[in-house]
């Protein structure tokens, strides 16, 4: 019962709520009605089940004491590399948002509000700055 | 027993390239165009087949999504283009449906064969014991005491580096060259077209500023990637075409997020030309330095010669360390001269292919006039 037994239960703790998150994203990319709110479970999958189950696996890899020094650079390899989905995923999905708003590839059709529109018809909000 | 499954790949050539030319024969006889292309698609799969037991998993790797995948959808989409039928006298129905369950029932048995042979098998770790030369390689490409092994040592631990750019080093010179030429060639195609000259304005080009930022953080992230998996070629897996690969992503993403005219600030063509040209005559040189050391002591020396071969002292070789590094002799001059060439001919062509259509029409109705 020593700090790596916790840091053990941590990491299963934290793979295990990504594998949850994945089956989630899943069945919305199947259910959702339109391009937006699939993109909306799309981000789940990339935050909630890759960041999450990166930083669960370094933490995993730095408990492996039999790989010896090893075991810190693959932890810090997967910690890297968690912080740049972590930043990367949402740019991502806001450029394929802003794309396929404006170039109206997708349809908006079960359409609760659209602020974006009337801001635009209003002249406050110009396609360039947003 | 033990015979027959020695046997067994030869039985499994013997009836994929007989099942091959069944299919070549179906291709050429059929009168509807979409299964003689469906027919030609089956005869890829059994040289696939064939290259791999020929031990060339290389090529099996781009022969099938070139072949089976892309060269039949390119077709198939032209003969949509065009017409479905063509005028040529057809087999009966009957004979065609025999000739295609024999084809079905040859690449089962053909399966079934491979299963028993393990050449193909379901596990999910790939087997423990190498074959001969996979062991003859790993034991020959590092550091080793014993003489007659230094002989065959590219001092390198990295066995594909080893392979690509020693052992086999002319094959890869050639590869090289056949990038080049192709590189030559979308110069000589657009050798008047240009990127018009307009200033880049930060607020009405490109896209948002979220992509932006993001993309100021992440380029100099993959500039720096890129140059580690290039100049760690002999050490780890990658190398020259990997990195350079890995860094013309760079360019296509300032391409993109920004704009072109943003990129040509930092990548102009004629620069990119001229520092690939540098890469190509550092390969050059690597290739030829121990023959030119050679040509210069009074020693021997080859082409593409790597290690001194302790075997015959008079010939002439690279150190394979400086200062305790493990540089591997001509490997790291090969690793980083491809690293250049290959950055540089993909932002050639990235910068090619994002010339505006108009300065593209306004060229070629010039030279029409």
């Not at chain 2, 949509?80 to 000739?99: D, F, L, M, Q, R």
């Not at chain 2, 580096?161 to 086999?168: F, H, K």
Request: charge should be neutral.
């Amino acid at each position: 019962m020593g700090l790596n037994f916790i840091l053990t239960i941590i990491s299963y703790i934290l793979i295990g709520i990504g594998a949850f998150c994945q089956v989630v994203a899943g069945i919305g990319m199947n259910r959702f009605p339109n391009f937006f709110v699939r993109l909306h479970a799309a981000t789940i999958c990339a935050v909630g089940g890759s960041f999450v189950p990166i930083i669960g696996c370094s933490i995993l890899a730095l408990t492996l004491e039999e790989f010896g020094p090893s075991r810190f650079f693959l932890a810090g390899a997967g910690f890297v590399t968690a912080i740049f989905i972590l930043l990367l995923a949402p740019v991502g999905s806001h450029l394929l948002a802003k794309a396929a708003y404006f170039s109206k590839a997708a349809v908006l059709h079960p359409k609760a509000a659209d602020l974006l529109e009337e801001d635009i018809k209003k002249g406050e909000v110009r396609e360039s700055t947003v | 027993m033990s015979q027959l499954y020695e046997l067994i790949p030869y039985i499994v050539m013997a009836v994929s390239a007989l099942a091959s030319t069944v299919a070549v024969y179906l291709a050429i006889v059929e009168r509807d165009l979409i299964k003689a292309v469906l027919y030609s698609a089956i005869q890829s799969t059994f040289y696939a087949l064939l290259f791999y037991l020929l031990m060339v998993p290389d090529i099996v790797l781009v022969y099938v999504p070139v072949a089976v995948g892309l060269l039949s959808a390119v077709f198939i989409f032209a003969i949509k283009k065009t017409e479905k039928y063509e005028e040529v006298a057809g087999i009966p129905k009957t004979a065609s449906a025999i000739i295609l369950v024999l084809v079905t029932v040859f690449t089962l048995i053909a399966g079934w064969l491979l299963i028993q042979s393990h050449a193909i098998t379901f596990e999910i770790f790939p087997s423990a014991d190498a074959r001969a030369l996979a062991k003859w390689f790993l034991n020959t490409t590092l550091a080793s005491k014993e003489w007659w092994i230094r002989t065959f040592s590219a001092m390198s631990p990295e066995a594909v580096t080893a392979i690509v750019w020693d052992y086999r080093g002319l094959d890869t010179y050639f590869e090289t060259s056949v990038m080049y030429l192709a590189i030559i060639g979308a110069l000589a195609i657009a050798r008047y077209f240009e990127i018009p000259k307009k200033e880049y304005k930060e607020e009405s080009m490109g896209m948002s500023i979220v992509g932006k930022t993001a993309t100021k953080i992440l380029v100099p992230m993959i500039i720096v990637v890129a140059i580690s998996i290039g100049l760690h070629g002999h050490l780890t897996p990658g190398g020259g075409f990997q990195g350079g690969v890995t860094a013309a992503v760079a360019v296509s993403l300032m391409i993109f997020i920004f704009s072109v005219y943003f990129a040509v600030r930092y990548f102009k063509i004629y620069t990119a030309i001229l520092l690939r040209i540098i890469g190509l005559i550092g390969i050059a040189l690597a290739a030829t330095i121990a023959i030119l050391i050679a040509l210069a002591t009074g020693y021997h020396g080859f082409i593409f010669q790597n290690q001194p071969k302790p075997i015959t002292p008079l010939e002439v070789g690279l150190p394979y360390e400086i200062g305790g590094n493990l540089i591997s002799g001509t490997l790291l001059i090969f690793n980083a001269s491809e690293f250049l060439a290959v950055f540089m001919g993909f932002a050639i062509l990235f910068l090619l292919l994002s010339v505006p259509e108009e300065s593209i029409m306004e060229v070629i109705r010039g030279e029409i006039e």
